[in-house]
């Protein structure tokens, strides 16, 4: 039983337009919600974060929404830049673990 | 900057070795993991550790050990390596109980043959 999913696997966005990664879950418990950056032969690098107790965090070109009534999270990145084209994990924390979704590949074409 | 090393970026070892995966960090983290990620299932907690000598299973702990003698340093063993264990290791730290941030090593790509 996944309990946070990335429900799509890849996403594909025009250099300078808006992407927009969705997330998942089902366990009302996780109260801390993070998203990590992964490109190919590094490992996962933390991008943003939220807590439980608040609807959105922003930092630069990149801000995270957090639903708690939908049990859903969004990265927004804009505009998107080509450096941007990487996995991105979204990660739900309780009893601090870390539960992660499968990933999304963003592609930013130029 | 934290740094996160891992011991081998590739690995292969024959089916029923016993294989070790050593991770070492360098800024004085309390929490160190082990994950697995495959195509498909995301990364998958295999065993963490809050302390020196202390370890906790994760989501998928069967077939794996872990040791940690030292605070810096947290070893994954597979005791008896099968070829379902084929995957890309992922270690990481942070620094305390509740701080979620995660920082992680470039991974162990291990392959059983």
């Known amino acids: 039983d996944q309990q946070v999913k990335q429900n799509s696997p890849s996403l594909s966005v025009q250099e300078g337009r808006i992407s927009i990664l969705n997330c998942d879950y089902t366990?009302?418990?996780?109260?801390?919600f993070l998203w990590y950056k992964k490109y190919p032969a590094e490992g996962p690098t933390f991008l943003i974060s939220?807590?439980?107790?608040?609807d959105k965090n922003e930092d630069g070109r990149f801000t995270v929404f957090l639903n708690k009534s939908a049990k859903h999270l969004s990265l927004h990145i804009v505009p998107s830049q080509p450096g941007d084209s990487a996995v991105y994990f979204c990660?739900?924390?309780?009893?601090?673990?870390?539960?992660f979704g499968d990933g999304t590949t963003l592609t930013v074409k130029p | 900057d934290v740094k996160v090393t891992q011991s081998s970026r590739y690995l292969v070892k024959r089916t029923g070795e016993k294989v070790f995966l050593e991770c070492v960090q360098d800024?004085?983290?309390?929490?160190m993991f082990w994950y697995r990620q495959d195509p498909g299932l995301g990364l998958r907690l295999i065993y963490f550790?809050?302390?020196?000598?202390?370890?906790e299973k994760g989501d998928i702990p069967e077939g794996y050990s872990v040791s940690r003698e030292k605070k810096e340093r947290f070893s994954l063993i597979l005791e008896s390596a099968s070829t379902n264990q084929t995957s890309m290791y992922l270690c990481?730290?942070?620094?305390?109980?509740?701080?979620?941030?995660?920082?992680f090593g470039p991974g162990t790509r291990l392959t059983v043959t």
């Open positions: 990481a730290s942070s620094l305390l109980q509740g701080v979620y941030e995660q920082y």
């Open positions: 366990n009302s418990m996780f109260d801390y």
């Open positions: 939220i807590s439980s107790i608040k």
């Open positions: 990660a739900a924390n309780y009893a601090g673990k870390s539960t």
């Open positions: 800024m004085d983290h309390e929490n």
């Open positions: 550790s809050y302390d020196v000598k202390m370890k």
